[in-house]
């Protein structure tokens, strides 16, 4: 039958009762096989199949919202004060519509989740009050509680906002909000869970982007919107990338979680094969779009389609433990870490014992090769670019991955002392060096300008981004100052540093965190790039100075605190060569201390070296003024001294 026939809302309503008739027969072919092997009791044929069912649900509801919101930020055009036009509009009513039904059934998931844990039903665990219980004693019903405020902020967004920036800020919400039911699942349990968890960090929302980025832009074709064929470009570009990126980390998910011979005799191996068969026919309809433009609408709807029960495929096999896990035992460290770690830590151990961040460590290596991609093409273009700046970024980008994926990384997650050091370097030596990298404005130059009429680019985006009140509190000292400081005392003076160390999706955020608050910081005081009005150097000066109190002190109370900081995690952890944990702990504590001066120093050259040149450039404007049209300053002087003297005279 030829696509163009059908249509596309029954297109997408027939992947809905697909999906949602799969699980539920997934479900019942399961019955009480994933319980037992988890360890709980069966709730009930019913219960199981309403839980399965509600999480499809939320999950291809949430993968609809991302995409839809990737689509407005990406693939429609503005007005000149920044506000989203006819076809942006269209695309946040799609987000508002698909973020309702996300937090609706994140809301009814609660108790659902609970019910599921507990062995009950939901109508039982409510009339019993066991909902609080429950909900303490395990992370899966608090995932949800944590998605239904994601997607309810989206809603807000979609409802109120009509802005591009808003809609950004959206999509950073739903990118966020769409990893929780994922982190405490499989990903995040067993042997190698902290690969497993940064797999899934990228995979989920690079998969969940495809389903309503390629409805929208099959919307937006049909429609007859606007630039169609920037649209058909960027919507194959971005689907290409994230499809490569979940083709690898899905890969890898599948390596960890599912031994190969049991890829096709389980249940489970089979869901994510067929997940795996409708996410490459996405990739296929999306490569033909662009062969075939003239039916590039009805491709990308069924590409969408195709998307959307990859992702209801891999919602229902997340209710079932993974098959690497059935009849294994784990040690403390693969449970709570992930790898073992036998030997003490030793120079040469640090050194040679790495365990890649899929996160961070990425990130690291795609900030070395986009910089670079970015500077030869100045290069091509005849343009220069400093070579101190290269060479600062990559310096930054290899600290990151050292800090994060070295063995400094790998015993960082097991022990305080070198946790600390991985915290001071994400903290304040790796946001300094990216910072003097000049990132953002290496971008600006390689990147060209969108023509009249054409759809935003990144550089336009990019701008707009910067030069928001957004950004102007975020750089601001009253924001970033408290900020850096309650980092510090907010962690690890209250359990929220217990509560965090005993997940890799913890250690994950903690890092992301250390970084992003220590590049805000020095954003402020040391920036190159484009952004709202700083302080005087004078002032930059001062913020610097600031910290520096907080920061010493904070390294005395650790090195004096005679309890341990994340005590029952670090003693479940029982590692081999009998650690002293307080010893550590005052050793972590001089490391936070001395280090935390170094890069001080490190920021206060480069502020000196910025408010000299500085200095050169008025000065050298100021010449070049007075040589074109006379010393203003010196007559008006002159002339002052003469009207005084003939009123003497």
Known sequence: MDLEMISARTVWFGTVVFSVAAAAGAAIAAGEMPYTAAGTAFPGLAQAICYTVLRVLAMMAGAV?????????????????????????????VVERAATAWAVAAVVLVPVTAADIGGSTTVALLRDGTLVPLLEASDKPKAWVVVALFATAVVLIARLSLSWLGAATALLFATIGILPP??????????????????????????????????????HLRRGGAHRNTVIRRTRL???????VATLTGGLLIALLVPPDQLLTTGYGRLVLGSAAFGGLAAVLVWQAGRRRARAAALFTVAGAAALVAVAGAATAGVRPAPAFEQRRFTAHEAFIGFDIVDPPTAWRLLTFWRFDIVLGTAALAGIVLYAVGV??????????????????????LSLLVATSSGIGAYGYAMFSLHMITHMALNMVVPV????????????????????????????????????????????????IPVFVVTLYGLYFTSLFEELIGYHWGHVLMNVHFLI????????????????????HLGRLGMLFAIMPFHAFFGVVVMSSTSVIGDRFYTNLQLSWGIDLLAD??????????????????VVGALLTQWVTQDRRTAVRTDRKDDTYGDSDLEAYNAMLAELARSRG
């Not at 971005?238 to 490569?244: D, K, R």
């Not at 030869?376 to 060479?391: E, I, Q």
């Open 585 to 602: 702990q005052h050793a972590g504590g001089g490391i936070a201390w001395v280090a935390g001066e170094v890069p001080v120093l490190i």
């Open 238 to 244: 971005l689907t290409g990338a994230c499809l490569s």
């Open 433 to 480: 060096l990216l910072i003097l990298g000049a990132p953002m404005t290496l971008l600006l130059r390689a990147v060209p300008a969108a023509g009249r009429g054409e759809l935003r680019g990144l550089r336009e985006g990019l701008l707009e981004v910067v030069h928001s009140r957004l950004s102007a509190v975020l750089a601001h000292p009253g924001f970033s």
């Open 182 to 219: 994922v982190l405490v699942g499989n990903a995040g349990e067993g042997p190698g869970h902290d690969h497993a968890t940064g797999a899934v960090v990228l995979w989920q929302p690079a998969l969940s982007v495809c389903c309503g980025l390629l409805w929208c832009a099959g919307a």
């Open 376 to 397: 030869v093409r100045l290069r091509r273009r005849g343009d220069t670019w400093s070579a101190r700046r290269t060479l600062s970024w990559i310096l930054g980008c």
């Open 517 to 536: 608050v220590g590049y805000l910081f020095y954003w402020a005081v040391i920036g190159i790039d484009p952004g709202p009005r700083r302080l005087p």
């Open 65 to 93: 919202t991302l995409g839809a919101l990737a689509y407005t930020v990406c693939c429609t055009a503005t007005t000149g004060r920044g506000r989203v036009g006819v076809d942006g509009y269209a695309g946040l009513r």
